[in-house]
């Protein structure tokens, strides 16, 4: 047959990907602080504020019975509590947001680095956490505060008073080192023990926001929640964050993320967690939003000859 009296039709069906614009809901958690629970008014109005302004699902997740576990519970356990939480809940499955109150960003902090098989955590918001531990205890008479100041590395301290775990005494680094049972794994202070893990679990955030108190006088020093501190062996003077060791040979990705543009350093006026609204709204919410996802469609294109 001639050719001009045929006609054949050639059906070609191409995938052709191209990106929609969409938004995913993301939830968030809080951790809160020490001596305090998720069930109390402050932390659920706080929590309920967040949601409002982010317009993002939010929960606080409790460890143990709160207020008393949150003092009596060695932290090593309350980051194990808090990664088999995260794992059974469906609803952080594709990943989630935290913010974290006081010592809750140590737990917060555990979670990240120390969780296996964990769904992964986009920002992570900080609110005066003693990132590079505390150097005294403000305001404290009793019987459990003299067991901080004069046991604070005997493993019956580190096992039963949550605060001991980063407490960092600087003239006393060689006991700290060898006795505290959480911030030197949390932070990879030991040399020989040092784990890329954390470091890697660390730096694929995509924000990390830390914010510090001005008048804050329970985290001392208050630079600690950006992770400022003193240098080993003296309490004087006072490093910033970028002149630690543990920032200058990048031992958890602290630098490494604040080179990619990744750390917001961010100092608000008031005392310990006494956070304006109108700081929530500008430092808080906008790492709680809806974060942006795409969607690929195929197209089938006949063409005929």
């Given at each position: 047959m001639e050719k001009s009296f045929l006609r054949s039709t050639l059906l070609v069906t191409l995938t052709i990907?191209?990106?929609?614009?969409?938004?995913?809901?993301?939830?968030?958690?809080?951790?809160?602080?020490?001596?305090?629970?998720?069930?109390?008014?402050?932390?659920?109005?706080?929590?309920?504020?967040l949601s409002n302004l982010s317009s993002s699902p939010g929960s606080c997740l409790e460890i143990g019975d709160g207020e008393q576990d949150s003092v009596t519970m060695p932290l090593t356990q309350q980051a194990s509590v808090a990664c088999e939480k995260v794992k059974q809940m469906k609803e952080l499955s594709q990943g989630y947001n935290i913010v974290a109150q006081s010592q809750g960003n140590l737990v917060a902090r555990g979670l990240i680095e120390f969780c296996d098989n964990a769904p992964p955590v986009f920002n992570y918001i900080s609110l005066g956490g003693p990132h590079a531990g505390i150097s005294d205890i403000p305001k404290c008479n009793s019987t459990l505060c003299e067991l901080l100041k004069t046991e604070v590395y005997t493993d019956f301290v580190q096992d039963h008073i949550a605060p001991s775990g980063y407490i960092k005494i600087p003239t006393d680094i060689k006991n700290y080192l060898?006795?505290?049972?959480?911030?030197?794994?949390?932070?990879?202070?030991?040399?020989?023990?040092?784990?890329?893990?954390?470091?890697?679990?660390?730096?694929?955030?995509?924000?990390l926001v830390l914010v510090m108190f001005e008048g804050d006088t329970v985290v001392i020093p208050k630079e600690s929640s950006w992770?400022?501190?003193?240098?080993?062996?003296?309490?004087?003077?006072?490093?910033?964050?970028?002149?630690?060791?543990?920032?200058?040979?990048?031992?958890?990705?602290?630098?490494?993320?604040?080179?990619?543009?990744?750390?917001?350093?961010?100092?608000?006026?008031?005392?310990?967690?006494?956070?304006?609204?109108?700081?929530?709204?500008?430092?808080?919410?906008?790492?709680?939003?809806?974060?942006?996802?795409?969607?690929?469609?195929?197209?089938?294109?006949?063409?005929?000859?």
């Amino acid at each position: 047959m001639e050719k001009s009296f045929l006609r054949s039709t050639l059906l070609v069906t191409l995938t052709i990907f191209f990106f929609i614009p969409v938004s995913i809901s993301v939830p968030f958690i809080l951790f809160h602080g020490i001596r305090d629970q998720c069930s109390n008014g402050g932390v659920s109005s706080f929590v309920q504020l967040l949601s409002n302004l982010s317009s993002s699902p939010g929960s606080c997740l409790e460890i143990g019975d709160g207020e008393q576990d949150s003092v009596t519970m060695p932290l090593t356990q309350q980051a194990s509590v808090a990664c088999e939480k995260v794992k059974q809940m469906k609803e952080l499955s594709q990943g989630y947001n935290i913010v974290a109150q006081s010592q809750g960003n140590l737990v917060a902090r555990g979670l990240i680095e120390f969780c296996d098989n964990a769904p992964p955590v986009f920002n992570y918001i900080s609110l005066g956490g003693p990132h590079a531990g505390i150097s005294d205890i403000p305001k404290c008479n009793s019987t459990l505060c003299e067991l901080l100041k004069t046991e604070v590395y005997t493993d019956f301290v580190q096992d039963h008073i949550a605060p001991s775990g980063y407490i960092k005494i600087p003239t006393d680094i060689k006991n700290y080192l060898e006795h505290s049972k959480y911030l030197p794994q949390l932070n990879n202070e030991r040399p020989k023990e040092r784990n890329a893990t954390f470091k890697d679990r660390l730096t694929s955030l995509h924000n990390l926001v830390l914010v510090m108190f001005e008048g804050d006088t329970v985290v001392i020093p208050k630079e600690s929640s950006w992770f400022g501190y003193y240098p080993d062996g003296a309490s004087t003077p006072l490093l910033s964050p970028q002149e630690t060791k543990l920032y200058t040979e990048d031992w958890i990705g602290l630098k490494t993320l604040n080179t990619a543009g990744k750390v917001k350093f961010v100092s608000v006026h008031g005392e310990h967690l006494r956070i304006a609204q109108e700081d929530v709204v500008k430092y808080v919410a906008p790492y709680l939003k809806n974060q942006p996802a795409s969607m690929s469609e195929d197209l089938e294109i006949r063409i005929y000859e």
